[in-house]
């Protein structure tokens, strides 16, 4: 929140530092790129919500000050719009040199949009990372277009999300789980008040409404383009329909809803909760291993697939220290903090790397992770549903806030 | 502008109190060294009220006129602190975060210097009221009368110019009342100190056996 | 004399920030706001406002929370007072319900929903043998429609408040002869106190009743833990829309804080009529003569809503405390399946910035405004006389305006003057709120102090700074520590002014408390509200010890 403050009070003083223009950092020359991050700060703007990544983000922070020398600074955000929006507001009061962002955690509709204004250093620099190398982005089609944006190596991959749901198997018959959103509202009937989903535009409760209207939307192809919106509540339709009959089968018959994830698996520790869901698939398993959850907590997929997509890293146009943040980037990537990440233990996201591209050594680290008993293997996983454009997300929670969100 | 200036003791020169444009209390009088004037009236004649202008607290809403002097020093003039008007209260009011010793010692003028020789003067005071050996003693684990011989202590340690009496002796049983009389004007006495004695208790006017003025009647 | 400033830096802290506060929220509300380009007057962010869905129920909830809080601890402060002031069973709910003073809202919001919710406390305790249940019903409890858990997490707080005010109204209308004088006339316990002495308490407490109302028609903390969400109260609505990262937002924030002022003087202005309405009431019943004297079941009926209200507090922090060291503790079990301080052990680290930040302004804040607080009764008694009726009410401004009204513009008028977001300006919002409370207690133990000591003390020959310093002050060791006590636990309850002027940079364990809240980790939110109980609890202990420490040789000083 104070990144908010900060651009305000950018904006009231009307700094416009007029510095002459320097190069960026070339990533190719990745010793000059070594030598110059050596000793610079770098402001790391991400999601500070959760304990164990923080605590990860913090180890990160160690090793590059042991390795690299540079200081990590993790800023920790609410939400990601306000680091886009202190860019912004730096641009705005005309402070293109020194920034007060250096590296962002980011995807989907903050990427669209500061790609759409320009926002980021230029020109692509995350394909020539020297960790490159490893990504998978063959059959990781999410790692170069993100919410349908093509990347451009504007953006450096940091990890994967699927939408996986959990359940108790000590009192949910594995038989009945559903295996599509049609399954799923069919299983409601048959047991209401047991689901629900936070409150959108919680991040987790607008993944499940993209979830059914990519499975209910008749033109799938809609969802690549921008909304529009002479057919909007026409190709909509299917979900809000869906939603009118779903809503009153759930928990509290819809007229209260989780706040985000956390209370959503809290709820499911209760027993007030038979089937939850998160973006990340070893969540329960980690939820298990710090008493949160039983060890009767188990996964599932949808057979026809579920929304997928990647979190990146990128580094704003006017950062203070570019190469510390190429650095950040580059180190985040390798296999040692992509499998650290992948530890249940410790954090638990799944990893942007091509298993088969690394050596004996690094691929043994991936081995050697206990992925816990409540996570599907990756070819459990079933098939990745590509994230609608931006613009769908900000439509539909609008919509589903004056059908819903102001209903009693 | 009048005879007082020449002479000792007390003097109360054309002293009017009024509240609300009534006047409560009207008095000239003197009273010489080591000799006491009674003051009675019935409560809420305004007795009090006369001890507190002459001590300097007297509350704004009254309206004071004349002037108040001991010897040639015009008091009512001066700040409280500077009056040096020993008070006693029908409460001994002993400071209750201090030993008996520090009730002394905080009374004890600041030119008496160093803390053997301080000390030695708080003791001989206590002992000259009869509670020798007392000093590092609790006041709230004194008997009654203890408390009220602690409080004359004090007051006299000050080395006051008068001696302002606020029916010091109401709240004090018949038999100890009548020791801490003789014990006070006895003291009054022998260190040649003028008092104002206010009471409605004829007894202590008695006692006291100087003039008597009545207001309030 | 330095006891001259007193008035002047109260006075001055009291009302600056609150009238520049307010200017800089209504400013904006009519689109001026010239840092994010708003140059001219517009109706623009109110019509935006008007336009929001469902704005009208928001604002509808908010007026009815203030006005059913406000009546309904009222109501229950009075019947109590009436029917069993004087007894053993009243100064026994007394010692009860006084520490709850102390315990933060957001606290004793977190204690009711632990409590009360369908996989809480309660329930547990009673599933499956009682009610039969393996899994928690599908209640909605918390977060009801119709706020009533939210208004009941306000009413249990604001009991203690109003009873605190009340026993200090007490003893000036002589309750003891008059309640006999009434008895004799053959009225009732409850009837003959309301007819005769309640009248006369009243006009005392009415201010810190108006501070309810503000309080409960703008909350936030207690909104979000308790509230309804489909929509929120209006308060929450517009601290979203303050919090929301396009800058934009602000005007229509502005324009929603205006309508909360609105809001809140409305339902001040509504309270007014009530007022009318039931000393009338008051009066036909006085003057046709009700005895009223079957009143017992009354009587115990206002024991156990005290009663009730004390101890489910009580209950959900010891609950609150469990959570905090369990491990897996599924419904319906009553107790956890396993005790483990892992929660803890990760918690701490990241407990240090907060805790800090929380002590630092708690203590600085709370010993500047005690200094204020001593300088301005000095000064009374400089000048001889309390301050007016005025002076009162200025003094309970920054308690009556809601606090969103001013903060929003605070906030702005502290990142124009470049010190958003530092510890000076979070430890000045929060003297803003302390000041009151510091003020309020301190004067009537400072007045009660018998002058004959200062008077005996200037025979003495002692100038006035020394017979404040040696005789005063040390005297009045315990009230001033207690109101230290106070004004610390006022300092950590504090949630808003430090979310707003602290800006997410400066958090304390309240503010990191109900952020949290929205996740529903049960374990940290223990931990938090466990630290933010104890912290008052700690402070009161020190302000108990120390004197007793101190003046341990002087039995006078002990009590």
């Known amino acids: 929140m104070h990144k908010r403050v900060l651009s305000l009070a950018l904006l009231a003083l009307g700094m416009a530092p007029a510095l002459a223009e320097t190069t960026n950092p070339d990533p190719r020359k990745w010793d000059e790129v070594l030598a110059q991050a050596r000793g610079e700060t770098v402001y790391f703007n991400a999601w500070g919500g959760s304990q164990n990544i923080n605590a990860y983000i913090e180890w990160a922070g160690e090793e590059l000050k042991k390795r690299f020398g540079v200081t990590l600074k993790h800023v920790k955000l609410e939400d990601t719009a306000s680091a886009v929006a202190t860019v912004v507001a730096e641009k705005a009061a005309g402070r293109d040199e020194a920034g007060s962002v250096d590296l962002i955690w980011i995807n989907g509709e903050n990427f669209a949009s500061m790609k759409g204004q320009g926002l980021i250093m230029t020109p692509g620099w995350a394909e020539q990372l020297p960790g490159w190398a490893y990504v998978d982005a063959e059959s990781k089609p999410t790692i170069r277009t993100d919410f349908t944006i093509p990347v451009e190596g504007l953006e450096s991959p940091w990890g994967m999300a699927k939408l996986v749901f959990f359940y108790d198997q000590a009192r949910t018959e594995v038989a009945a789980l559903p295996q599509d959103a049609d399954g799923l509202l069919a299983w409601a009937r048959a047991n209401p008040g047991r689901f629900s989903y936070p409150q959108p535009p919680d991040f987790i409760g607008s993944s499940f409404l993209k979830q059914v209207l990519a499975e209910k939307i008749e033109d799938k192809a809609l969802l690549q383009k921008p909304v529009d919106e002479a057919n909007f509540a026409e190709v909509t339709r299917p979900l809000f329909d869906y939603l009118d009959a779903l809503n009153p089968l759930m928990w509290r018959s819809g007229r209260a809803y989780p706040q985000n994830y956390p209370a959503m698996k809290q709820l499911l520790a209760d027993s007030e909760l038979d089937i939850i869901f998160a973006f990340n698939p070893a969540e329960a398993s980690s939820a298990i291993a710090n008493g949160e959850l039983p060890d009767t907590v188990r996964s599932f997929t949808f057979l026809g697939g579920t929304l997928a997509n990647t979190h990146f890293l990128t580094i704003p146009y006017n950062a203070a220290a570019k190469a510390g943040a190429l650095v950040t980037a580059n180190f985040l990537l390798s296999p040692e903090a992509q499998a650290r990440k992948q530890d249940p233990a410790i954090w638990g996201d799944p990893t942007v790397l091509a298993l088969a591209k690394l050596d004996a050594e690094d691929r043994a680290r991936f081995d050697a992770i206990d992925l816990g008993i409540a996570t599907l293997r990756p070819d459990e996983l079933g098939p990745a549903f590509d994230e609608p454009h931006p613009s769908w997300m900000e439509r539909i929670e609008t919509e589903w806030k004056r059908r819903y969100g102001v209903g009693n | ?217 | 004399m330095l006891s001259r400033l007193g008035p002047v830096f109260a006075i001055g802290l009291l009302t600056a920030p609150v009238a520049f506060g307010l200017a800089g929220t209504v400013l904006p509300a009519f689109g001026f706001l010239p840092a994010l380009g708003g140059m001219r007057f517009s109706l623009a962010p109110l019509a935006a406002l008007f336009a929001e869905p469902a704005i009208a129920a928001s604002a509808l909830m908010s007026l009815l929370t203030g006005l059913s809080t406000a009546l309904v601890s009222l109501i229950a402060v009075m019947l109590f007072t009436a029917a069993w002031s004087g007894t053993r069973a009243f100064a026994r709910v007394q010692h009860l319900i006084s520490p709850l003073l102390s315990v933060p809202h957001a606290a004793a919001a977190f204690a009711l929903a632990f409590l009360i919710a369908p996989s809480g406390l309660l329930i547990r305790m009673v599933s499956p043998e009682l009610t039969g249940w393996h899994r928690p019903p599908d209640l909605l409890i918390v977060h009801d429609p119709m706020g009533l858990t939210m208004m009941a997490g306000l009413i249990v707080k604001e009991i203690p408040f109003l009873l605190l005010m009340t026993l200090a109204a007490l003893p000036q209308v002589k309750p003891a002869r008059t309640r006999t004088l009434i008895a004799a006339m053959g009225y009732g316990r409850i009837a003959g106190f309301v007819f005769g002495l309640w009248p006369q308490i009243y006009p005392q407490i009415r201010l810190p009743v108006f501070a309810v109302i503000a309080f409960a028609t703008s909350v936030v903390d207690v909104a979000a833990i308790l509230g309804p969400t489909t929509p929120p109260p209006l308060a929450v609505r517009l601290v979203g829309w303050m919090n929301d990262p396009d800058l934009s937002m602000r005007f229509l924030a502005s324009a929603g804080a205006l309508l909360q002022l609105a809001v809140t003087a409305l339902a001040i202005g509504l309270w007014i009529g009530l007022e009318k309405l039931a000393a009338r009431l008051r009066d036909r019943c006085a003057g046709a003569g009700l005895r009223l004297r079957a009143d017992a079941p009354v009587r115990w009926a206002a024991l156990a809503v005290m009663l009730l209200s004390a101890l489910a507090i009580f209950a959900g922090l010891a609950a609150l405390a469990l959570w905090s060291v369990a491990g897996l503790w599924q419904f319906p079990d009553a107790l956890p399946a396993s005790f483990e301080l892992r929660n803890w052990l990760r918690v701490l680290p990241h407990l240090l910035e907060p805790l800090r930040t929380t002590l630092i302004v708690a203590l600085v804040s709370t010993a500047i405004a005690t200094l204020i607080a001593i300088l301005c009764l000095a000064r009374e008694d400089e000048m001889g006389h309390p301050p007016g009726r005025g002076a009162l009410a200025l003094i309970y401004l920054p308690l009556i305006v809601p606090q969103v009204a001013f903060l929003f513009g605070l906030q702005l008028l502290f990142i124009l003057i470049g010190s958003a977001a530092t510890l000076t300006a979070l430890i000045l919002a929060h003297l803003v709120f302390v000041l009151p409370y510091a003020y309020l207690c301190l004067k009537d133990p400072w007045r009660a102090f018998d002058k004959r000591y200062d008077q005996l003390a200037a025979g003495l020959g002692k100038p006035a700074w020394r017979r404040f310093l040696s005789i005063r002050l040390p005297m009045m060791t315990r009230p001033i520590l207690t109101v230290v006590a106070i004004g610390f636990s006022v300092s950590i309850g504090l949630y808003l002014p430090t979310v707003l002027i602290g800006a997410g940079r400066l958090t304390t364990i309240t503010s990191e408390a109900v952020a949290l809240a929205s996740g529903g980790n049960r374990r940290v939110i223990g931990i938090y509200a466990f630290l933010q109980m104890m912290l008052p609890i700690i402070g009161f202990a020190v302000a108990t010890l120390v004197p007793a420490l101190i003046f341990r040789r002087f039995r006078d000083m002990q009590v």
């Open chain 2, 1 to 217: 502008m009048n005879t007082g200036l020449t002479e000792t003791g007390l003097f109360l020169d054309r002293v009017t109190i009024a509240l609300d444009g009534r006047e409560i209390v009207a008095l000239t009088r003197r009273v010489a060294p080591g000799a006491v004037l009674t003051v009675m009236g019935p409560s809420g004649a305004g007795k009090s009220t006369l001890l507190a202008y002459v001590g300097g607290f007297l509350d704004p809403v009254f309206e004071a006129g004349g002037r108040a002097y001991v010897d040639d020093l015009e008091i009512t003039a001066l700040k409280p602190e500077d009056r040096h008007m020993g008070i006693l209260f029908q409460d001994p009011l002993l400071f209750p975060h201090m030993s008996v010793g520090g009730n002394l010692l905080f009374a004890l003028p600041q030119d008496v210097r160093g803390r053997e020789a301080r000390r030695a003067r708080m003791c001989h005071a206590l002992a000259g009221v009869g509670l020798a050996g007392l000093e590092d003693r609790d006041p709230a684990t004194l008997s009654g009368g203890q408390k009220a011989r602690v409080a004359l202590a004090r007051v006299l340690a000050a080395a006051p110019r008068a001696l302002l009496l606020d029916e010091p002796f109401s709240k004090l049983d018949a038999a100890l009342r009548q020791q801490m009389r003789e014990l006070v004007f006895a003291k009054a006495r022998e260190s040649g100190l003028p008092v104002l004695l206010v009471t409605h208790d004829e007894a202590d006017a008695k006692a006291a056996g100087g003039d008597i003025v009545k207001i309030g009647e």
